[in-house]
């Protein structure tokens, strides 16, 4: 273990020793997505206390256990990815019907977010098993946070587009119609032919976040035509992970037109029935258009 994590694991005990932990539950515990100091003392805590933790990847889990001081034998680590999820999803409701604390923990992040995890959620359920989940590190909205997008409207998860071309193309094409910001998470391999592709969203912002909370963390916002340029200026800036914010659509401005819509719904629908509706047949804003719906309906 590293001596700096000795202190935030005794730390871990105090602060949530005395909080209940019930038996026969799997335990979804986010860890970091880079930096290890990243990890809540709830998670080490849990961690510690489990009979068993399932994960992607056994020797990257053990590494991260060991870095910690929670080194365990191999018996107590069960491999979970996407070729065995079904399968070992038994193996862990085995375990919790004998009474015992199973965590299940991705590579990296919030487990279940583009990664294995839903299934094996589902399945414990169903088997009448409790889920508790230990919320912490995700590079979803770690991006959004450093994106300085308005979202007003939400966002939208896409994760990962598809590795081929023509249906990645497809599906930028689709997100050219989409107004709110949408994440997605790319490769270091397949990052260029991604950019290229979202070229053809214009003067579109994007976020993109390499590395985050790592060593080498970058965060640049710039027009989608000018991420393959971007790119190519360094190769370095093609390597990491990568998460990427397409921010949400500029509103038009507005002619007024919204006004006239409102007054033809309101009489007729509910108020927010009525303003959905009119930002869809005029493209202005949502929250714009509740106010005018609010003044109309006070006079």
């Excluded at 839903?118 to 946070?145: E, I």
């Excluded at 202005?284 to 719906?293: I, M, P």
Aim: proline share 5%.
């Amino acid at each position: 273990m590293s001596a700096s994590f000795a202190k935030a694991l005794e730390a871990a005990h105090d602060a949530a020793g005395s909080q209940n932990n019930p038996t026969s539950t799997l335990y979804v515990v986010a860890t970091p997505i880079g930096n290890l100091a990243d990890i809540s003392l709830r998670a080490l805590h849990v961690l510690s206390l489990v009979n068993a933790v399932a994960c992607e990847d056994t020797r990257h889990t053990q590494q991260l256990l060991r870095a910690y001081g929670l080194d365990r034998p191999g018996s107590q680590l069960l491999a979970v990815h996407q070729h065995n999820e079904a399968e070992a999803a038994q193996t862990v409701i085995a375990r919790l019907s004998q009474g015992e604390r199973v965590a299940y923990v991705s590579d990296a992040g919030t487990p279940a977010i583009s990664d294995p995890g839903a299934r094996l959620v589902a399945a414990v359920r169903q088997a009448g098993f409790r889920v508790l989940p230990l919320p912490g590190a995700s590079s979803v909205t770690t991006a959004l946070s450093a994106s300085g997008m308005t979202g007003e409207d939400g966002f939208v998860f896409a994760g990962f587009l598809p590795s081929k071309s023509g249906e990645r193309q497809q599906a930028v094409q689709a997100l050219a119609q989409e107004s709110r910001a949408v994440v997605l998470l790319e490769a270091p391999h397949r990052i260029e032919a991604l950019a290229q592709a979202l070229a053809m969203l214009g003067e579109r912002r994007i976020t993109l976040g390499r590395e985050l909370t790592k060593q080498f963390e970058q965060i640049e916002t710039l027009p989608a035509q000018d991420l393959p340029r971007w790119l190519a200026e360094k190769p370095d800036r093609q390597r990491g992970e990568f998460v990427l914010v397409l921010h949400d659509a500029p509103v038009p401005a507005t002619t007024g037109e919204g006004l006239r819509v409102l007054q033809i719904l309101l009489p007729e629908l509910p108020l927010k029935t009525a303003v959905k509706l009119a930002a869809e047949i005029t493209g202005e804003s949502k929250n714009e258009l509740y106010d005018k719906a609010l003044a109309l309906k006070k006079g």
